[in-house]
Every structure is written in structure tokens, then in C-alpha cells.
């Protein structure tokens, strides 16, 4: 067998770097190595598929979320209360482009609303669910309305189907709803804003839902808030009742609204998908954030506490809401709610609370597919 002839390596000059080696014996040569693809990977298994930590969303995270930070807080506002003569209408709706945004978002109509929601927040500053509180006999109404609701759900159970979303059961508890919700007004108005129901029963009605889509959404709850505000402009609820407002109605009104979502499965109006705060809610994380003000144990980075979450969820509404979405939603909290995971970041819940405000005003009351179904009468002016 004849020997391998003898191979060389060239070096033409000395100031050329050795980048490379001999494939055959190992020296350094003037050549440098061969790329390789980053696809290729020889005598190697495949790499792993990489996941990303955040599942991606349906639309993509917004890209405004430094300005609207940058914004100021949003300040509490009397409420302008109305006098007679009274001029009742049926309200409709009014908005249909970004240039109706900003006239609604200039007006002072808007302005004494937000005002009316940031007063709310305020009165639940550092108080659980349960402390006493001012309970006027319309508060007292309210709440009892809302408990019939409830058991409304019972009596309509809901019927077998195959698709996930929008049991259509919803839509019988809905119809005995718009049957019965002037009646359900009149058992707290009084004989001179009786012809008021013409203008607060439409944004009743929109509060819990809307029956042919079978979804609900932040733009729900708002029309929840613009029934309060009526009866605020209307004198109905005063300031020293803002307290039970919240911690009475609001929380009546919430666990309501989470028995509609899991009794007929109603689908998120609107999903901002995975980056959104919450599928279905918005005001309960600025009053739960408000109650957790000064708290002196629980920081915003205490949601990640079971034994917080279980033992404290019944007092304070942000705590509520961690736990119902760890209930319904699988898989790590950081994933499929990003937003509120970066939000328990947050050093104190007086940011929190601000930067929720701020959220509000913009990825809710200054959004057209939200907004464009907001109703517009006397007691809300255009």
C-alpha cells in the first residue's frame, strides 16, 4: 500500500492571522473555517423547538403604554346633580370615530364622570369589603335587585350545546331582564323621577351583557358605572353612599356577573387577548388597588401568595380577581396574564392605582369599538 502523499499548508506572508486548522492533521492554516447555517447541524440532534416564555397574543401588546403613563392621574369630581325642570330622553348612541373620542374626551360630561369613578375609588381607600358603612334604603334596594338577579341564574339553568362560548339560556335570563327592568327601577325612584326610567333602563339593561353576541366586556361595565352616575345626577346616591356603592352594589354586581360568565360560559367582548388586563373586567382592579393603599403587609407582589390569595380574597377586590383568573385560566399566571404579572412589580398600590386610572381612560373611554356602543341622553350629554 503506498504512503499518503504529503500535504502543505501555504503561507505567502507572515502578516496574514492563522484562522483556521488543518482538517487533516490539526495545524493552523491561513484559511478560515467554513461557515456553517445555523440550520445545519451535523452529527447533532436538532435543537429544541424554542417556546417563548409569553404565549403570543392576537394582537400584539400596545405600544402606548409610556405615554399613557406619562399622563396625569385622573382626578375625583363632584357630581353636577340635575334640577327640574326634567327633560328625560331616550338615550343613543353617538360615537363612531376618533374624532367623536376626543370631542366625548374634552367634554365636561366626561370629565365628571371619570371624576364620579376616581370618587368611588377614593372612598374604599384602605377599607375592607366588610367594615361598616353608610347604607342608605336605596342602596339597600339596589343590592336586593341584584341578589333577584342571581336567582334568576338558578331558576334558568343552562341547556346542553356543543360550542364552548355563549350559552344560549343567557339569552331567557336576558328577556326576563328587559321584561322586568322598568319595574325593578320603580321600586327606588321616587313619583317625580319616575319618567326617568325612559333614559336609565337602556344602560341597565347593556350592564350585564349583550344577549345576541352572548359576551361581555369592559364596555359592559361601563354602562354599569353610567347607571351609578344617573343616579348620582339624580340625586338618588349621594357621596357619604359611595363607600356602600362599591363594597355593597359593585360587589353584588361582580360576583353576578362572574356567575353569568360560568354559567353560560359568555364570551370576552373585545379580548385584547393575552396582553389585556382581565377578559372581562376593569373597575374592580381600581377599587380593589384602592382598598390595598397603605395596606401594611400586602404589596402588589403579594398576588403571587396563595395563602394571601385565599385568606384575603373576600375583603379586598384585586385579590378576588387574581384568584378567579387562576381559577378559569391554566398554565403559569405569567403567561397568560402578563400585564397584571408586570403590574405586581410595581413598588406600592398607589401607583397601581394610578397607572390603573390611567389605563381606563385610555384603553376604555377613549376607544372607538368600546365606546361607539356608550349611550348619550340629558342626564350623559353629548
Sequence with gaps: MEDEAPHTH???????????????????TTYAPPTQSPTSWPDLSSPPIYRPIRAPALNHPPNNTQAIMLTPVPQSQKVLTITSPFHFQIPSKKITSPDDIRKFNDSPT??????????????IRGRKIS???????????IVSIIENLTLWVDQIPPVQQSSRYGNISYRTWHDRLTENAES????????????????????FIDSFGNSSRIDYGTG???????WLYCLARMGLIMEEDYQAVVVRIFVKYLDLMRKLQLVYCLEPA?????WGLDDYHFLPFIFGS???????????????????????????MYLSCI?????VKKGPFAEHSPMLDDISAVPNWKKVNGGMLKMYKAEVLEKVPIMQHFLFGWLIKW
Aim: net charge negative; glycine share 6%.
Design 131 to 141: 367594615d361598616p358603612c353608610h347604607e342608605s334604603p336605596t342602596v339597600s334596594k
Design 220 to 226: 359592559h361595565e361601563t354602562n354599569f358605572a353610567a
Design 270 to 274: 373585545g379580548s385584547h387577548g393575552v
Design 290 to 316: 384602592s382598598q390595598l393603599i397603605d395596606h401594611k403587609y400586602m404589596k402588589p407582589k403579594s398576588i403571587h401568595n396563595e395563602d394571601i390569595l385565599d385568606n384575603f380574597s373576600s375583603e379586598y
Design 323 to 327: 384568584g378567579f383568573i387562576k381559577k
Design 110 to 123: 366626561s370629565k365628571n364622570f371619570l371624576g364620579f369613578i376616581v370618587s368611588l375609588s377614593e372612598s
Design 10 to 28: 501555504s503561507h505567502p506572508s507572515t502578516s496574514i492571522p492563522v484562522t483556521g486548522t488543518c482538517c487533516k492533521c490539526g495545524g493552523a
Design 184 to 203: 325593578l327601577m320603580l321600586q327606588f325612584l321616587p313619583d317625580d323621577l319616575k319618567p326617568s326610567t325612559i333614559e336609565i333602563v337602556p344602560y
